[in-house]
């Protein structure tokens, strides 16, 4: 079977089997769009069609499109050092278990924070960043990587006081086509694949529009260091082609998306255990990109059903956007899906 018509399949079961109610996905090279496709209803409930131009949220791909790509350019500026100790940015980092603590520990999920909170998150940005510099550490700075939404947002409000200016604010200087944006137009709100909060949320019991789904972005504004962008698949796709043109030596991309800079962001980090670039997460057999990618690629995955992977050495990007946060499946089915879908493509 034609690997495009087995990956259209993949996602045409996913949704029959209620992993997702919608999804879009684009395919592309250096040079530009191979294949993209778009199928299933905003909701299991909604009989709009998406399509193309259907905005989602896309949840800890902010971690890589804006937070990483953030960090990229304050290091290209010499505005900042992956080496820059916490405790210079932060005062209230301090403890002798925090004391070695870097900036390239945050973007590696090896500072020693936990994923999240045990309890309700605090209320204002204030309290998120006196809670998680004060929080206890679960290990040992470096001894292992645990992947961390507080330490990205941490990583947010650092980017946030080195740049002077909002991670919003920041990440329009980095990519300036708004399609890909914390905060959604009126109209494209309207158009967007809506989503479903969590048990735990104040949200709860009102479907999310345009909203983003994670209660500590919400708490945060909306942009925080770990979630809140929106981008539709066209949109995720172009940013993924300059990265990918990057990784692959290319020296015709805007700052501070640079071939040494795109190698290094790339890396797998020497943290014991871990398969973590810096924001990136790296190829590994057991990953939601299946089995078929080179051990040159890398990526990343949003818990809404959101992933995009990149493969330099076969010269290849992967977006698939889903709203399984709206009433679709668990995470493991959306990882079976994502795997599936990326081995059915193995051959394209």
Known sequence: MDGLVEAHLVLVDARAARVFPSATAEIGDSSGVIWNDALGTRAFDDAAAVDLTTPYDLASLTKVIATTSIAMQLVDHRTMSLDTQLSTIFPEWKSV??????????????????????????????????????????????????????????????????????????????????S??????????????????????????????GVVHDNYAARLGGAAGHAGLFGDVAAVGKFARTVLRAARGGSNEPPPFSAALMTTFAARSR??????????????????????????????????????????????????????????????????????????????
């Open 97 to 178: 278990d925090r004391d070695t603590a870097i900036v390239r520990d945050l973007l590696e999920h090896a500072s020693g924070l936990p994923a999240r909170f045990v309890d309700a998150p605090p209320h204002t940005p204030r309290e998120f960043l006196h809670d998680i510099c004060s929080i206890p550490l679960e290990y040992p700075v470096r001894a292992r990587s645990i992947y961390s939404d507080l330490g990205f947002i941490l990583l947010g409000f650092g980017l946030e006081q080195i740049g002077n200016a909002s991670l919003a604010s920041q990440f329009e200087r980095v990519w300036s086509d708004r």
């Open 271 to 348: 943290v014991p255990g871990s398969s973590r670039g810096l924001g990136w997460d790296t190829m590994l057999l057991t990953s939601s990109c299946g089995t078929r990618m080179s051990a040159a690629a890398f990526g990343h995955v949003g818990y809404t059903g959101t992933s995009l992977w990149i493969d330099p050495m076969r010269d290849r990007y992967f977006v698939l956007l889903t709203n399984r946060a709206c009433g679709g499946g668990t995470l493991e089915a959306m990882r079976d899906a994502r795997r599936a879908f990326h081995d059915a493509l193995g051959d394209v």
């Open 180 to 209: 890909l944006t914390f905060d959604l137009s009126d109209d494209a709100k309207k158009r967007a694949a809506p989503t479903l909060p969590l048990g735990d949320d104040a949200r709860r019991g009102r479907r999310l529009t």
